[in-house]
């Protein structure tokens, strides 16, 4: 496999000599491996092995090395608070790193907060950006077919054989549905939790209706509500919102979810293509966030018409950008003009993979290739 750098990298070394440091993001992204590829001089403790945790509650690590690893920590009774004092007493070194495939704010037993102690980032799979950057430039439209075919994730696609990753997925989520899922839900829900997993992989693109799936799920609102946000807690899916400030017969309810690993996506073209954008904005934004200090957040523009833009950014809460996600479709989008009544001067691009030419309007909306915005994402 490939030693990569991953583009988080030099910025979580910058951190490590002020503040505790943690990581999170999916299962297999490659937590664990960057923060051991940091320093040569580490110590490692996982709480999911008896032996590590019977150190961690001894607090015995080797102190002389330069920094100190604690895996899936959160599963810890009280972690900040043990997390806390042993910062405040012993400060840094050894720089710390806690690194988790769940949100490190969903167990309850938190305890003391960390407040101003640490820094957060989130891992995200590979995205054709970050591709471009390990493997370089060549054979660009074959790696971004690959990351369309099999996500992200950095075993399977550096491996880039599908069977392979076939293989993979469904042990992928067999791990997080019967080890991750089972301390946040009761197991018998874990099957109706499996269902709406595959209920939600035919709604990609399409805005979702929590009495629907509960009907089809025969359990309430209240709980499919509950269980999407376990699903993003454990980063298997991801919400995209409707924007709603200042757009007349807005709908004001009805998110879009989509999966951090688009391998996951049914074979329909369109709804990967479609997924896989929504996975590199998010990726992109949350860089932004953790390493630069930048607010973005990430809608969906739509009206009771069923005019809609697949994407929209804000920076700072004020509009940004709207991103139209087209297979093959060279014409501009009427609804960019429509909804442009409402954000005048917002920034318009249209993002088409089978693409003839590059082009620009009048208006200022942009025509690009997909797989060339896609591999350089500069937000403005």
């Not at 490590?16 to 001089?41: D, N, W, Y």
């Not at 442009?340 to 290739?369: H, N, S």
């Amino acid at each position: 496999m490939v030693a990569m750098k991953r583009y988080l990298e030099q910025y979580i070394q910058e951190d490590l000599k002020r503040k505790i440091v943690l990581i999170t993001g999916p299962r297999q992204t490659g937590k664990t491996t960057l923060a051991k590829m940091l320093t040569e001089s580490f110590d490692y403790f996982n709480y999911d092995n008896a032996e590590h945790r019977l150190s961690l509650l001894e607090k015995s690590w080797d102190r002389s090395k330069d920094l100190v690893i604690f895996d899936e920590l959160h599963k810890m009774k009280n972690w900040k608070s043990w997390l806390k004092g042993i910062y405040d007493t012993e400060k840094i070194p050894p720089s710390i790193i806690v690194t988790g495939s769940a949100k490190l704010d969903a167990h309850k037993k938190v305890g003391d907060s960390l407040a101003g102690r640490f820094f957060e980032f989130r891992l995200h799979p590979l995205d054709l950006k970050e591709i471009k950057n390990i493997l370089g430039p060549k054979d660009l439209e074959e790696k971004f077919d690959k990351l369309l075919k099999i996500g992200g994730f950095p075993e399977p696609y550096l491996e880039g054989d599908e069977t392979y990753y076939n293989r993979w997925k469904r042990s992928h989520l067999d791990i997080i549905l019967k080890q991750d899922l089972v301390d946040l839900e009761n197991m018998r829900n874990i099957t109706s939790i499996e269902t709406l997993i595959q209920l939600l992989k035919k709604k990609i693109g399409s805005p979702i209706s929590y009495r629907a799936l509960a009907e089809d799920l025969q359990c309430s609102d209240k709980t499919i509500k509950r269980w999407l946000t376990l699903l993003e807690t454990l980063y298997i899916v991801f919400k995209v919102p409707p924007f709603h400030r200042n757009i007349s017969r807005s709908l004001l309810k009805s998110p879009k979810y989509y999966f951090y690993d688009t391998g996951q996506v049914p074979d329909e073209a369109g709804m990967k293509l479609e997924n896989l954008v929504a996975c590199s904005l998010l990726k992109e934004i949350h860089f932004r966030a953790d390493c630069l200090g930048e607010k973005w957040d990430l809608y969906y523009l739509r009206n009771k018409d069923g005019r809609e833009i697949d994407f929209f950014l804000t920076r700072q809460d004020k509009p940004a950008l709207m991103i139209e996600v087209k297979w093959s479709d060279e014409e501009r989008s009427p609804n960019f003009s429509f909804f442009e009544k409402y954000l005048a001067g917002v920034k318009k691009i249209q993002l088409v993979k089978e693409l003839k030419r590059e082009k620009t309007y009048p208006d200022g909306t942009e025509i690009r290739t997909a797989r060339n915005w896609l591999s350089e994402i500069v937000l403005e």
